[in-house]
């Protein structure tokens, strides 16, 4: 089945999933969403994809947040529900053992921002600009964004986004952790890459274990996060990985990882 709003690139290990609704800001219709997961289940079941990246199309949006037209005769039962399924994916994301960089090239507002939350790692364009402005609508974030972003750059800081609904340009994002890195948006596409790239060149069963050790501390409490360490850590003992990496800095040579 083709596409009408994500186009899927591929380019060696690395597939990048564009959000292909310029006209709207990329704002999140249900087709969009449905399209997303689909993308997402069918890059994980393809070996050949190590990493993926997430980006919008067109110079001004990565993604403008959920569309707000379905909004308008939204019930309460309904949102929850709305809520609901917007989580799933985004957790989804979030738990992919393939890396996810999200490629922020303009506007990331409200369910973009949550979005782009949900990936590991973020490159930002200098145009970009991040926010939550749910409580200009007389909502609040239901896609994650009252939970991921305290995570990440701290309580004072998302609340100041979130009680405002005001956004912040990239230069902020990254002083506050929200962006790994920023770029100029003709670079944005190559910055990504070549993160992508730096990743490639390590055990992708190591960084599987990491992005799931990371997340299981952080979903729960530091306790059993270490279990969740440790159990992993001894599943590195069982890969041909930690053999070759290993076995190569004894040899003093370079590893070629097998991604077993
Ligand atoms: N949902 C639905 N449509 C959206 C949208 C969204 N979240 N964001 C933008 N669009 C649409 C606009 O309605 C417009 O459509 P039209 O051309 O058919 O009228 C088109 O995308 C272009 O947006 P426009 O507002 O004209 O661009 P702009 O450059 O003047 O402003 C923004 C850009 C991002 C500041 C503005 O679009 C905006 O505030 N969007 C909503 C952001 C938001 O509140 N997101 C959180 C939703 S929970």
């Not at 569309?67 to 917007?86: C, Q, Y």
């Not at 890195?181 to 990491?210: D, F, M, N, W």
């Amino acid at each position: 089945m083709g596409f009408t709003t994500v186009v899927v690139e591929t380019s060696g290990a690395v597939q990048t999933l564009i959000l292909n609704r310029p006209d709207k800001l990329n704002a999140l219709n249900s087709t969009l969403l449905a399209e997303l997961r689909e993308a997402l289940e069918r890059a994980q079941e393809d070996a050949s994809v190590k990493v993926l990246i997430l980006t919008g199309a067109g110079p001004k949006a990565f993604v403008a947040g959920a569309d707000i037209a379905e909004f308008a005769d939204m019930t309460p039962a309904e949102a929850v529900a709305f809520s609901r399924r917007g989580q799933q994916l985004f957790d989804a994301i979030e738990r992919s053992p393939k890396p996810v960089i999200a490629a922020v090239n303009g506007f990331a507002l409200g369910g973009g921002c949550e979005l782009a939350m949900a990936c590991h790692l973020r490159v930002a364009a200098t145009t970009a600009a991040f926010g939550q402005p749910e409580v200009k609508l007389g909502i609040i974030p239901g896609y994650g964004g009252t939970q991921r972003l305290p995570r990440l750059v701290g309580r004072g800081r998302a609340l100041e986004l979130l009680l405002t609904g005001r956004t912040i340009d990239a230069a902020t994002a990254l002083s506050w952790g929200l962006a790994n890195r920023v770029a100029e948006p003709e670079a944005l596409r190559q910055a990504a890459l070549a993160l992508a790239e730096e990743i490639l060149g390590v055990s992708s069963v190591a960084v599987g274990y990491c992005l799931e050790a990371v997340r299981a501390g952080l979903a729960g409490t530091q306790e059993q996060g270490m279990e969740a360490e440790a159990s992993l850590f001894g599943l590195c003992f069982a890969s041909e990985d930690r053999r070759e990496g290993v076995g190569a800095f004894l040899e003093k040579r370079k590893p070629n990882f097998p991604g077993r």
